[in-house]
Nanobody, 123 residues
Framework: QVQLEESGGGLVQAGGSLRLSCAASGRALSSYVMGWFRQAPGKEREFVAAISWSAGSTYYADSVKGRFTVARDNAKNTVDLRLTRLKPEDTAIYYC????????????????WGQGTQVTVSS
């Protein structure tokens, strides 16, 4: 089983940028499709982005398409999510997750989760 740990969250003004990182341990990340999800207070966890095993394919939620970029480095066992042109509605806890299927956009399709990192966007 792979263990995941997110980092890089913080407070940023609207229009700003952040880079979130997800570090894996326990197993090679190359065995997994990786996804990013987010959950705002009082809302359900929602899909943000996914990247295939070899990074040949990516997929984004419409709400972040063109603003967020997902990338992975299997040699370093990391997956990053670059957030740009941030909006207050992007405020949420962001989670990385490991799964087996691409394209998987439902949280229950992922097997392993990190603890999350808070992103807060002020207006």
């Amino acid at each position: 089983q792979v263990q995941l740990e997110e980092s890089g969250g913080g407070l940023v003004q609207a229009g700003g940028s952040l880079r979130l990182s997800c570090a894996a341990s326990g197993r090679a990340l190359s065995s997994y499709v990786m996804g990013w999800f987010r959950q705002a207070p009082g809302k359900e966890r929602e899909f943000v982005a996914a990247i295939s095993w070899s990074a040949g394919s990516t997929y984004y939620a419409d709400s972040v398409k063109g603003r967020f970029t997902v990338a992975r480095d299997n040699a370093k066992n990391t997956v990053d999510l670059r957030l740009t042109r941030l909006k207050p509605e992007d405020t949420a806890i962001y989670y990385c997750a490991a799964g087996r299927h691409f394209i998987a956009t439902m949280w229950h399709e992922y097997e392993n989760w990190g603890q999350g990192t808070q992103v807060t966007v002020s207006s």
